[in-house]
């Protein structure tokens, strides 16, 4: 079903940031350049405590953005949450959890907002590439893989641009780093849960929820974001840190596999007996990798895991 035509959307694009001043101005240089037709855009910084002055900064080289504080402990999940209800209270139309890493294409919001209103009850993303290879997908939206089918991976990851189909398709769920979400959503299903998933897995718990509430997910063939691999991309952790280090990675609020994180997901998207099981293996998966790390050279290792990253896969 679509939507009624709106001369002018109102939309908030919520960022979070910490202490990463030059990634937020670049971040805010390039959204001044973005095509906004049909569009009322309001900016929302959300600074969980950062040291480096980054709100004082954007408030003197962008006065027009509005600048939310956190005490330091808010991380992801909270830091957005923060954002969606100042979103909530303007009766924005629409939140863009936007990442503050990201480079984009200037007709990339353009082209899920037209997505968004030709579907109800829909969340959008677009196509994830690595700015190094921006020739190269990423992630075209999430889907559901391997045992018990609870691993998350990103759809046509490692292939060419060329393989997108033309026309938006669906996605089992996907990753904040630039997603439009109606803000009818949070009012039927609530925020992120910055309980139980603090900083990773917050975007992808959410999603699942708004899913069970009949909401769906289509992923934009045309919208493109750029990111770099962070160094807490885990195949990046194993091969460049030590063994101790990706031990207490396990045990970090910012890891992607932390075990607390990974055990709430489970336990709430599994039947309860199946999340047990889930969780086990993903502690065995995890096990093995720790034995690859303290068993085999660097150049072995970076074999091993290459098909886990296209940074991986550049390394020599």
Not at 188 to 204: C, N, R, W
Request: proline share 3%.
């Amino acid at each position: 079903m679509k939507r009624e035509e709106n001369k002018q959307t109102k939309i908030a694009i919520v960022i979070p940031v910490y202490n990463r001043k030059a990634h937020t101005l670049n971040c805010l240089r390039q959204l001044q350049m973005i095509d906004k037709t049909g569009m009322d855009i309001t900016i929302v910084v959300v600074d969980d405590g950062s040291s480096d002055g980054t709100s004082e900064l954007v408030a003197t080289e962008y006065p027009e953005v509005v600048i939310l504080r956190g005490d330091g402990n808010l991380w992801w999940s909270g830091a957005t949450n923060m954002g969606v209800k100042y979103a909530l209270d303007q009766k924005s139309d629409y939140v863009l959890a936007l990442n503050d890493d990201v480079e984009f294409q200037g007709d990339f919001l353009v082209q899920l907002l037209k997505t968004a209103k030709s579907y109800d009850n829909t969340i959008v993303c677009g196509i994830v590439c690595d700015t190094d290879r921006k020739d190269k997908i990423m992630s075209a939206g999430l889907r559901a893989k391997g045992f018990l089918n609870y691993i998350y991976t990103g759809h046509l990851s490692g292939a060419d641009v060329s393989a997108l189909p033309e026309n938006e398709f669906a996605s089992d769920i996907t990753a904040g780093r630039a997603v439009l979400i109606p803000t009818e959503v949070f009012r039927e299903v609530g925020l992120f849960d910055a309980q139980k998933f603090p900083h990773h897995m917050g975007d992808m718990d959410f999603i699942l929820r708004a899913k069970k509430k009949g909401f769906k997910v289509l992923v934009n063939p045309r919208s493109f974001v750029y990111t770099k691999i962070g160094d807490n991309y885990f195949p990046i952790q194993i091969i460049e840190k030590s063994v101790w280090q990706n031990i207490k990675g396990f045990f970090h609020v910012k890891s992607t596999v932390n075990f607390r994180t990974r055990w709430n997901f489970y336990l709430r998207h599994t039947p309860y007996f199946l999340g047990w099981i889930s969780f086990l293996y993903f502690c065995l998966r995890m096990s093995i990798v720790i034995i690859y790390k303290i068993l085999m050279p660097k150049q072995m290792l970076v074999r091993v895991m290459k098909k886990r990253s296209l940074k991986v896969q550049s390394m020599k």
